[in-house]
């Protein structure tokens, strides 16, 4: 039995991380700077950065037989 994730799946997974992520670096990062601006621009680039790299992540483990019966 073979084990392997569809693109589309993989990209659902990233988002749905992302928007959990995003309320957590949300909260986080205007408690340290108490400014809308600088959190919204940080956490913009941010969270656009960490979904690419899980998305290629993901697809890179997907390619790893490791772990799998």
Do not use: C
């Amino acid at each position: 039995m073979t084990f392997s994730e569809h693109n589309k799946r993989s990209l659902v997974k990233a988002v749905t991380f992302r928007i959990i992520a995003t309320t957590a670096e949300l909260i986080i990062t205007f408690l340290i700077t108490h400014r809308y601006d600088i959190t919204l621009g940080v956490v913009v680039i941010s969270d656009i950065a960490t979904t690419l790299l899980y998305y290629f992540h993901e697809r890179l483990w997907n390619k790893i037989r490791w772990g799998r019966k």
